[in-house]
């Protein structure tokens, strides 16, 4: 992601040096550098944006099997014996579900519904619930696992990292190397299951599905809060020991790309005390990449994680997809698709706007 | 071809990499004798295998080396089945989705300008939309999908991080002056690309290969998990999905689901190594980072 900073760095020197009386709008641009780079990165952001979710729409609209069509066939059937109201039916349906005119009219009755109303239609197995509504009630228990898994293994395999990269020739350091090498690529879904398998069922020791006891009544209490945290400790945790080596990987070949540089050494030579140099020299100036690859990973939270989801029949985003699958809930699954587009972008985006200000070498270099 | 070999006697120097290699190169062996394996197995139990019988859910002992399933089949046949598949997978998609990365990158990059601009959008839109929801939804609404139907939208959705890489190393690579020498004998861009600059980019090349590869195995594994995927194929998560479905984990059958991950776990095993080892031979300022 180096090369994003440098790229704006680039550009931001380049419109400085031109600050040459110029009229009008460029005059402006080059006047105003941070703004300009926000404006043209929030430009980006909506095109991609639209361009992401109107590719999906088209896919969607493509595949074979238009599930409303057959919803509304096996209507028709029901309805044989009125012939107006099965019309009238069908034409409802159509309507509500945005299936009037040619694919271009049902794409901007797409994107006015989304973008105006910010609706995302109804649900097909839940109509006339909104899709929406599905969404939003399974979007905190995603939220919630997968944000603190995140930041819990990003926060470890940070420090990990730091720690492995600063004892570099300790052999404790080079043999967990090994173990992040191997565990690092490994899906999340084959530790969750082993971990069911063994603390779940075989020594009953944690909870294996749901996010908390049917019996539990829900709100801020006590107990239905420790059930809850029961619940997501296994999912939590298979997330995080497979995660938390990604990071500490990157975190540790930057700190030891740091460690060759000159001023580590000038640091050294001036007396200061090792603790210092660790956390002031070297981790600071390796914490970037890693701020990256966390705001990467929150993009992604949005994603929900299906398979771990699925297997705990944890009520989230990921589980919601696959039901809304098996029902051909058309709505719910483009919902859940552009709410993962839109948290990828958005990551990325504020990424952007992010970095200036927490790198103070991006910041001069304007 | 010295630079081949080159590349050969490499690999030879570094533990890592050749490591990786002997284990890919087991897996695939063992994934590709699965007909004779199977044999074998058909033998020693005395009957077919992957037929159902009536000893369901025998644990893992002499005569059944990873236990039956639910149908009474024999899950180290079956995991054997799995491993075909899964592999086979890695092959269609993994390569069709480098090719198109190679092509595109070379293209762009090479050709620079306006195309450079157009495919590289093309590249970061592709990179945004997430491929998971899209393949299940197109595995559930499309009735009958074949192996290779999936492997194609698994190419299609995965070639541009690939891309992005080789861009980045073929724009490095085209202002060295063996590059110009080239042009000014005039030889034309294929020939530049293919006798020049992609051997020079082998190992890069292998890699997209692999992270592709691993990438579609772990995608159709994550399909078949849940259960949707082609039908009438049986790959590793196949497999994982009879054992949860089943109830293999209550019943304690460890054989029918210890046994996809653990191979599933190897061949990523390999191929990370593969990776950390070709890192290290294109980039010898890592020698000392990747430690012991």
Same mark, same amino acid.
């Given at each position: 992601m180096t090369e994003v900073s440098t790229e704006t760095a680039g550009a931001q020197t380049e419109s400085a040096t031109v600050l040459v009386a110029r009229q009008g709008v460029r005059g402006w641009f080059a006047a105003h550098p941070l703004l300009t780079h926000i404006i043209k990165r929030f430009a980006l952001y909506i095109l991609t944006l639209w361009a992401a979710i109107s590719g999906t729409f088209l896919f969607f609209r493509l595949i074979p099997g238009n599930p409303i069509d057959a919803y509304t066939q096996n209507l028709a059937q029901n309805y044989v014996y009125n012939q107006k109201a099965n019309h009238q039916i069908i034409a409802h349906y159509n309507q509500v579900f945005g299936l009037n005119g040619n694919l271009f009219t049902q794409y901007t009755h797409y994107l006015y519904q989304l973008v105006v109303n910010h609706d995302l239609g109804?649900? %097909?197995?839940? #109509? !006339?619930? !909104? /899709?929406?509504? &599905?969404?939003?009630? $399974?979007?905190?228990?995603? %939220?919630?696992?997968? %944000?603190?898994?995140?930041?819990? /293994?990003?926060? &470890? @395999? %940070? &420090?990990?990292? /730091? $720690?492995? @990269?600063?004892?570099?020739?300790?052999?404790?350091?080079? @043999? *967990?190397?090994?173990?992040?090498?191997?565990?690092?690529?490994?899906?999340?879904?084959?530790? /969750? *299951? *082993?971990?069911?398998?063994?603390? @779940? #069922?075989?020594?009953?020791?944690?909870?294996t599905s749901l996010a908390y006891d049917p019996g539990v009544v829900m709100g801020w209490n006590w107990h239905f809060m420790t059930s809850v945290v029961k619940h997501a400790l296994l999912p939590a945790c298979s997330i995080i020991f497979v995660s938390i080596f990604g990071h500490m990987l990157g975190m540790r070949f930057q700190m030891i790309m740091t460690l060759g540089e000159d001023y580590l050494n000038f640091a050294e030579a001036k007396g200061l005390r090792p603790n210092v140099i660790m956390r002031k020299y070297a981790m600071r100036n390796s914490f970037l990449p890693q701020v990256t690859a966390l705001a990467i990973s929150l993009g992604a939270v949005f994603n929900g994680n299906v398979l771990v989801e699925n297997l705990f029949k944890y009520p989230g985003v990921g589980h919601l997809l696959v039901q809304a699958v098996g029902n051909l809930d058309y709505n719910v699954i483009m919902g859940v698709t552009d709410l993962g587009i839109f948290g990828v972008l958005t990551g990325a985006f504020l990424l952007d706007l992010i970095v200036p200000v927490i790198d103070p070498r991006i910041r001069r270099a304007r | 071809m010295r630079r081949i070999l080159g590349f050969f006697r490499a690999i030879g120097r570094s533990p890592k990499l050749s490591l990786g290699l002997a284990l890919l190169i087991i897996v695939v062996v063992v994934g590709f004798l699965n007909g004779w394996l199977i044999g074998l197995i058909r033998t020693h139990i005395g009957a077919d295998p992957t037929a159902v019988s009536p000893n369901h859910w025998v644990h893992p002992n002499g005569k059944y080396l990873l236990g039956t399933d639910q149908y009474g089949r024999d899950v180290a046949a079956m995991t054997l089945d799995g491993l075909a598949t899964s592999l086979k997978i890695g092959i269609i998609a993994g390569g069709l989705s480098t090719a198109i990365a190679i092509v595109v990158a070379f293209v762009a990059a090479y050709r620079g300008g306006l195309l450079d601009s157009f495919l590289s959008a093309i590249t970061d839109f592709f990179l945004v939309i997430p491929t998971l929801p899209l393949l299940i939804a197109y595995s559930a609404f499309a009735k009958h999908v074949s192996l290779l139907q999936v492997g194609v939208i698994l190419a299609v959705f995965s070639w541009p991080g690939a891309a992005r890489t080789i861009r980045t190393q073929v724009l490095s690579l085209r202002q060295r002056s063996y590059v110009d020498l080239a042009k000014v004998t005039k030889l034309n861009t294929f020939e530049v690309i293919f006798a020049e600059l992609a051997p020079n980019m082998l190992g890069f090349l292998a890699l997209g290969l692999a992270y592709a590869a691993v990438a579609s195995m772990f995608a159709l594994i994550g399909l078949e998990v849940i259960g949707l995927g082609p039908s009438g194929v049986i790959d590793l998560g196949f497999i994982l999905n009879l054992a949860t479905s089943g109830g293999a984990l209550t019943l304690g059958a460890w054989g029918i689901f210890v046994a996809p991950i653990a191979i599933a776990s190897v061949v990523f095993f390999a191929l990370t190594l593969i990776n950390v080892g070709l890192e290290e031979k294109y980039n010898p300022r890592l020698r000392k980072v990747a430690g012991g």
């Open positions: 109804p649900s %097909l197995i839940n #109509y !006339p619930t !909104p /899709a929406w509504t &599905l969404i939003s009630n $399974a979007l905190p228990w995603t %939220l919630g696992l997968l %944000l603190v898994a995140t930041i819990v /293994a990003w926060v &470890l @395999g %940070l &420090l990990l990292g /730091a $720690a492995t @990269g600063w004892w570099r020739r300790n052999p404790v350091s080079g @043999g *967990l190397t090994y173990v992040g090498t191997a565990i690092t690529h490994i899906p999340y879904y084959f530790v /969750a *299951l *082993l971990g069911v398998f063994y603390l @779940g #069922y075989t020594h009953s020791i944690l909870p | -």
